[in-house]
Each structure stands twice: as C-alpha cells, then as structure tokens.
C-alpha cells in the first residue's frame, strides 16, 4: 500500500493502543525495509517519529498509538489496526476512518484475537463480519475471514486448536499449545485468556478467578471460630470497605503444620444490610444469625466493633501480623496499633497481589488451602475476577462496586501473610507434570 498501489501520496498509518506496541509494530516494518534492497533503496525510516517514507511519490506510512496522535492533516489511503480487540477508545479509530473519504480506493484492514468485552469496536466489526459471512448483510466491499473454535467446543481438543489456527504445525507449534492448555487447566484464572488468545472465542468480560466447583472440594469441618486452632500462631487480614458496605477480617492458621485453614468474618451496618438484601438478593440476615457476619449498629461500620474482634483474637491464638491494605484505614491501623497488635500494611497492587494469587490458585489445585463452609465467602470468591495487565500480574479487580468481594481478598492476604513468614511457596511440581529435555 505504501509503494505499489498508485495513490499519489499515500499515507499508511497502523494503529496500537500504546506507545510501546506502536513501536512494536514500527520495528517489524523497518526490519522489512532494512532486509531488502530494493525497498532500502526506496524508502527511507526514521525511528524517532516512527515514520517510513517514499520521496518519490511522496508517500509515507506512520506508526499511531491511540495516547499520542494528532488530527490534523490526515489523509490516510490505508488503515491498518492491529489487535483491534485492545482498542478501548474510539477516537483515533473514527478520525482516521473519516479521513479516507478522498481517497479513491481506501483500504481498511483489522487483524485481531477475540476479546473480552463484545461492546467495543472490536466487537462491532466482528458482528459485522459474521453478519456478512452468514448472509445477513450484503456488502461486497467488505471481507471477513474468522478462524475460531466454537463455544461448545471441547477446547483441549488438539483438532480444535487446528480449526481456529491456520499456521497450526508450522507458525503455531502443537508443543506451545499443549503446554499452555495444560497452564489454562491448571489456572482457572488463565483458561479465558487461553480462549481468546488462542482459539479465538470471545469470553465474558468478567472472569471468574476460581470456580465454586474447585473451591468446595477445599471444603473441611472446622468451627468459625476455630477452637481445635486455640494457642496456635495466626495470621489476620483486614479489608476495610465504605463505611456504608462489607468488612472483611480473615485469619489463617496451618493444620497438621502445613494445609492452611481459614476463617472469614464479615461486618456490615445493619440498616445497610437491610436495604441490600433486596438490591444483592442476599440473605444477610440469614449470615448474621449463622455467624458469618456481625451486623452492626447504625448506617455506617464501626471500626470500634471490627478493632475490638481482632483483639479479641488476641485471647485465644498467637497473633503474628495483621495485614492491612493503607489505602483508606488510618484509623483502623491507629486504633489496632495502640491495643498492640502486629499491624503491618499490605497494599492490593499487583506487584503484592499477584505473586500470592498464583501462590493461592497452587494452593487450592492441591488442597492445601481449606475453607469451612462459609457461604457469605464463596460467594465473595464467586464476584472476584481478576484484573491481568499485559505481563501476565494480575490483583483483585475493585471496579465492579456491586461486587462484594472483600473476603476472598483478606483471604488471600491472609494467605500470603502465612507464606512469605514460613518463606514457603506452593511447589510447581505438586501441580504440574515434569517435563524432560
């Protein structure tokens, strides 16, 4: 498009997120140009401004990242969107779009895994394509190709894979197929990003960290208030919410010095807990008479009523470290400090979270994470979806505030609490196959 397709001055321009796969995608280009002669004879690439031109005809293709581009004087007569799926904003879509219109033979092209979120404009053209492949709609200046697994296909099914990767055996490798289906089977928490990625199905935004069916076979017999651990260390974690929702304090002590064994205890103002019930369609009442969690007076939580449970912890176990997120709960680390206790501050970032998360998804493969029942906490686990960002960490996803999930994280900072103190880590080898080179 740049060189052979007769548009005087053409403007090439392909589209990424970022500034970083913007560059990305510009290095791929101008190794092209410095692998061949002839086009180095033609073209020249200038690195700082991601542009390659062609004096000649006075064309020129230009790397865009949608956090730093400008509007003016695009004339673009090709298009090219890489990872359509990450484009979360519209703008830089729509203006370079827009700016075709007097070009004679314009050219869009979008090349993209399945995504997450189907309300995007990644799944508008995806809706398009398979409107157009299924005869919905007649639009022969468009071409949609697909390659994708279906969602009732068995997706650990090497056949499958085949269907929805043309380059399978040769760009694609059965090996790196294999190895990362076994890491989606293993990890609930990857299984989507498996799906998308490499079968191309489109997921729910929303993924759910840990299934309920492998969080029950971590199910044991064990009181909420955990006598059989009387005497024996502990470690606390708080999750302080508004003062208008749930606040979790989870503790975690060994069993039998190595399955960790946890408790969770939820507080909520009762006048609160009334009015939710009908919006969440959850019986806190219902918990509150089972034990679960302590309603408190009022429309707002007390921390007097939370920070005095903690200490009470204090009669019956060895309190060794209470964890608390510092975001929000000066008070709360205060008021625990001056009655004592081990506070120690534990932020909810994914360079704290995610080691752990993985550490606890090892954990509950092997059983060696057990939980007692607690309903209000398996629903809490069933809210969490993780938040992944582009290097694989991931952390607790908090952007859903009608997702009460405040017990599963103080779990899971309980359990890391427990993990980095006795500077164990739940063995690769106890959850995955060994391989032989």
């Not at 004679?104 to 090349?111: A, D, G, S």
């Not at 053209?125 to 468009?142: E, M, N, Q, R, W």
């Not at 502990?234 to 060994?254: E, H, P, Q």
Request: net charge negative; proline share 3%; glycine share 6%.
């Amino acid at each position: 498009m740049l060189i052979s397709d007769g548009e005087p001055g053409a403007e090439v321009y392909s589209a990424a997120t970022d500034r970083k796969q913007a560059s990305i995608v510009f290095d791929v280009a101008a190794q092209i140009v410095k692998a061949d002669q002839a086009l180095s004879k033609r073209c020249k690439v200038y690195k700082g401004t991601k542009t390659i031109t062609v004096e000649r005809t006075n064309s020129k293709y230009v790397a865009l990242s949608a956090d730093a581009f400008t509007k003016d004087g695009l004339n673009a007569s090709c298009i090219i969107f890489d990872e359509l799926h990450a484009q979360k904003k519209r703008e830089l879509y729509d203006v370079l779009r827009t700016s075709m219109a007097a070009r004679r033979q314009p050219l869009e092209v979008y090349i993209t895994t399945a995504g997450s979120d189907i309300d995007t404009i990644c799944g508008e053209v995806h809706d398009y394509a398979t409107k157009v492949a299924d005869g919905t709609l007649v639009d022969d200046s468009f071409l949609g190709v697909i390659f994708a697994a279906d969602k009732d296909d068995d997706w650990t099914s090497p056949k499958v894979w085949a269907k929805a990767n043309p380059g399978f055996g040769v760009s694609v490798k059965l090996a790196y197929l294999e190895d990362k289906c076994r890491e989606a089977q293993n990890k609930p928490s990857y299984e989507n990003t498996f799906k998308r990625n490499h079968l191309n199905i489109w997921t729910e935004a929303e993924t759910i960290w840990i299934p309920r069916a492998k969080l029950l076979k971590c199910k044991a017999n064990y009181s909420q208030i955990g006598t059989e651990a009387y005497g024996q260390p502990i470690w606390v974690a708080v999750d302080l919410s508004k003062r208008v929702d749930i606040t979790a304090v989870s503790f975690t002590y060994l069993h039998n010095e190595k399955v960790m064994r946890n408790i969770t205890q939820g507080f909520m103002p009762e006048e609160v807990a009334k009015e939710r019930e009908q919006q969440d369609r959850i019986k806190y009442s219902q918990w509150a008479k089972e034990g679960w969690l302590t309603l408190t007076e009022g429309d707002v939580i007390d921390i007097d009523v939370i920070c005095d449970w903690i200490d009470g912890l204090a009669e019956h176990f060895d309190v060794q470290k209470v964890g608390v997120d510092p975001w929000g709960s000066q008070a709360l680390q205060t008021r625990l400090i001056k009655s004592g206790a081990p506070v120690m501050e534990f932020r909810q970032g994914t360079k704290t979270m995610s080691p752990v998360m993985k550490d606890m998804e090892a954990a509950v493969q092997t059983r060696q994470w057990q939980h007692n029942g607690n309903p209000m906490l398996l629903w809490m686990f069933a809210n969490l979806t993780p938040f992944v960002d582009s290097s694989g960490n991931m952390k607790p996803d908090k952007s859903k505030r009608n997702k009460r999930i405040d017990g599963a994280v103080t779990s899971i900072m309980s359990a890391g609490l427990v993990l980095a103190d006795l500077g164990e880590e739940v063995s690769i080898y106890e959850t995955e196959d060994i391989k032989f080179l």
